[in-house]
């Protein structure tokens, strides 16, 4: 049984750059969280979805944004790139939005800014 | 605000040598504080949730229990694959049932 796949695996972007990271949840999940963690640090939430509607935003600025398709799957799209935006980005998907069911996280996308 | 402490920041052991990692937590109102194991480059796998005070779980090695401000992750008789590092986060009341709030997590390396 598949997990939670993200891809790109690893992304190298230029500061000013667009990126868009993708998700497909584990089957059956209708809800997907989006994370940052920064190298040495706890991830931080940005974003969850829940049959396509945003549930939850962290504090983060407008240039994050993402969208959840019809078969679950999501994207996070990210603009004008800064050096701080190089993370370990984090997609967990879950069967509800609630505490009951548990987050299962995929393997990241290891996004580096220059 | 929400606020999760760990300690120890980085913990070495022997091989066999049973401990403890901490999880201080403020929250308004707990859903929940979650475990997680945490492997270079790869994203946090799921451990344990713990609800309510004197709450414990258990698997293999590993012991979770939880008071009103900490949790602790009891590790017995530790193996070198024990290795990760250990995330500790809360779902509260007031932030919703839509995310976790994570600590910055305690590095563990079990010294053959």
């Known amino acids: 049984d598949a997990g939670v796949t993200q891809s790109p695996t690893h992304l190298i972007k230029t500061r000013g750059q667009q990126v868009t990271l993708r998700c497909s949840p584990i089957?059956?999940?209708?809800?997907v969280s989006w994370y940052q963690q920064v190298l040495g640090q706890g991830p931080q939430f940005i974003f969850q979805?829940?049959?396509?509607?945003?549930?939850g935003r962290g504090n983060f600025p407008d240039r994050f944004s993402a969208r959840q398709f019809p078969n679950y799957s999501s994207e996070l799209n990210v603009n004008a790139l800064l050096l701080g935006d190089s993370a370990l980005y984090l997609c967990?998907?879950?069967?509800?939005?609630?505490?009951?069911?548990?987050?299962?996280f995929g393997s990241g996308t290891r996004l580096t800014v220059v | 605000e929400d606020q999760v402490t760990q300690s120890p920041e980085a913990l070495r052991l022997q091989e066999g040598e049973s401990s403890s990692l901490n999880c201080s937590y403020t929250?308004?109102?707990?859903?929940?504080l979650f475990w997680y194991r945490q492997d270079p480059g790869k994203g946090p796998e799921f451990l344990f949730t713990?609800?309510?005070a004197g709450e414990e779980k258990e698997k293999e090695r590993l012991k979770a229990t939880l008071t009103k401000k900490e949790s602790f992750l009891h590790i017995t008789a530790p193996k070198p694959e024990d290795s990760a590092t250990y995330l500790c986060?809360?779902?509260?009341?007031?932030?919703?049932?839509?995310?976790?709030?994570f600590g910055t997590g305690t590095r563990l390396t079990v010294i053959p």
């Open positions: 967990a998907s879950s069967l509800e939005s609630g505490t009951h069911y548990g987050y299962t």
């Open positions: 089957s059956g999940h209708k809800s």
């Open positions: 979805y829940y049959e396509k509607e945003e549930r």
């Open positions: 929250v308004s109102g707990l859903r929940g």
């Open positions: 713990l609800y309510s």
């Open positions: 986060a809360v779902q509260g009341v007031r932030t919703g049932a839509n995310n976790l709030f």
